[in-house]
Nanobody, 125 residues
Framework: QVQLVESGGGLVQPGGSLRLSCTAS????????IGWFRQAPGKAREGISC????????IYEDSVKGRFTISRDNAENTFYLQMNSLKPEDTAVYYC??????????????????WGQGTQVTVSS
């Protein structure tokens, strides 16, 4: 059974950091592209970062470039999103997802077939 479980969300002050984790089960992480998405209240879900299978090519949405870093640990079947210099506009529910193909893309969301349950990130003073 394919499953993705996020952890690491919480409340952080502006300028702070969080690291989200996504542990996969039921499939070998190394065989898939993976991505991180977020959805703020009243907004559509958006792709913010992904990493391709194999060469590990990464893509970042413009608003998180230079602040967020995606990585994967195939041995642990876990991938991560390190988030630094957090801003109030980063507040959202964050989701991890498994890509359908080797190369990752940030849109559209139907390019991802399995999703985690989401973890809340709130950036506020």
């Amino acid at each position: 059974q394919v499953q993705l479980v996020e952890s690491g969300g919480g409340l952080v002050q502006p300028g702070g950091s969080l690291r989200l984790s996504c542990t996969a089960s039921g499939f070998p992480l190394e065989g898939y592209a993976i991505g991180w998405f977020r959805q703020a209240p009243g907004k559509a879900r958006e792709g913010i970062s992904c990493i391709s299978r194999g060469d590990g090519t990464t893509i970042y949405e413009d608003s998180v470039k230079g602040r967020f870093t995606i990585s994967r640990d195939n041995a642990e079947n876990t991938f991560y999103l390190q988030m630094n210099s957090l801003k109030p506009e980063d507040t959202a529910v964050y989701y991890c997802a498994r890509g359908r193909f080797a190369q990752c893309v940030l849109t559209p969301t139907y390019m991802y077939d399995y999703w985690g349950q989401g973890t809340q990130v709130t950036v506020s003073s």
